[in-house]
C-alpha cells in the first residue's frame, strides 16, 4: 500500500463545475503539498499545508492531521486548470524530510 | 518557478553515451532531490542531498548514475552509459525551510527531457 493515496486517478468535469480531489496518508509529516503539473510541463508547487486551509484564487486546500486526510478544492472549474494534480508528504527522518508523492489525479475542464 | 534553474531542457542521445544534467538553485536551498519522471508515471526519488551529503541514494542505479552536491549549492547528475529505458524528465527540487518544521516551500526546476535513442 502506497504511503499516499490520491482519489480519484482521473477526474472528468465540466467547465464551471465544483471539484474536489482527496488525499490520504499513513505516515507522520510535517507538512503536505499539493503540486500541479500541466501536459509536458513542470511542476508547480499550489500549496503548503501544515494544518487548516488555505486559499488562492479559485483554489481551496484543507488539511485534518487527526485523519492525515487533505482535499484540494477548485471552484467554478475551467479548460486551464486541466492537468495533473499531485498530492507530496514530507515525513521528517533524522535532519532532512523525505518526500513521498501521491500517484496523481489527472484533471480534465471540458468547456 | 523562480529559485532552480536546470538544464539543458532537451537531449537527445544514442544508447551507451553519457549525458550530464545540472540543478542550480538559489543559495539556501538546503535539501535537493533528484527525481526521474517516466512519461505517465509519477516522479521518483533518485537521490536526496541536505546541504552537501548525501541522505539518499537508494533508489539510484550507481552503476550507471551519479550525481554531487559540491559547495551545497549547485548539483549535476549523470548518466553513463544510458540505457535506452533512462528516457525520462529528470526533475530537481528543493526545500526551503527547517526540516522536520511544519513550515518550509518547495521548488522545481522545469526539468531535463532526455530520450536516449
Known amino acids: 500500500k502506497n504511503e499516499v493515496e490520491q482519489s480519484p486517478q482521473n477526474l472528468t468535469a465540466q467547465e464551471g463545475e465544483f471539484i474536489t480531489i482527496n488525499c490520504s496518508y499513513s505516515v507522520g509529516i510535517s507538512a503536505l503539498h499539493w503540486l500541479q503539473q500541466h501536459p509536458g510541463g513542470g511542476i508547480v508547487s499550489l500549496f503548503m499545508?501544515?494544518?487548516g486551509k488555505k486559499k488562492h484564487g479559485r483554489l481551496i486546500a484543507t488539511i485534518n492531521i487527526q485523519e492525515k486526510h487533505s482535499s484540494l478544492h477548485i471552484t467554478a472549474s475551467h479548460p486551464r486548470d486541466s492537468a495533473v494534480y499531485i498530492c507530496?508528504?514530507?515525513?521528517?527522518?533524522?535532519?532532512?524530510?523525505?518526500?513521498?508523492f501521491g500517484t496523481g489525479t489527472r484533471l480534465q475542464v471540458f468547456p | 518557478e523562480a529559485g532552480v534553474a536546470q538544464s539543458p531542457r532537451y537531449k537527445i542521445i544514442e544508447k551507451r553515451q553519457s549525458v550530464a544534467f545540472w540543478c542550480n538553485p538559489i543559495s539556501g536551498h538546503a535539501t535537493l532531490y533528484w527525481y526521474q519522471q517516466i512519461l505517465g508515471q509519477g516522479p521518483k526519488l533518485l537521490i536526496q542531498?541536505?546541504?552537501?551529503?548525501?541522505?539518499?541514494d537508494s533508489q539510484l542505479p550507481k552503476d550507471r548514475f551519479s550525481a554531487e552536491r559540491l559547495k551545497g549549492v549547485d548539483s549535476t547528475l549523470k548518466i553513463q552509459p544510458a540505457k535506452l529505458e533512462d528516457s525520462a524528465v529528470y526533475l530537481c527540487a528543493t526545500l526551503v525551510g527547517l526540516a522536520g518544521g511544519p513550515g518550509g516551500e518547495l521548488f522545481f526546476g522545469e526539468g531535463s527531457r532526455l530520450t536516449v535513442l
Open positions: 542531498f541536505q546541504n552537501n551529503g548525501v541522505v539518499d
Open positions: 507530496a508528504v514530507r515525513r521528517p527522518t533524522y535532519n532532512t524530510d523525505k518526500l513521498i
Open positions: 499545508l501544515s494544518s
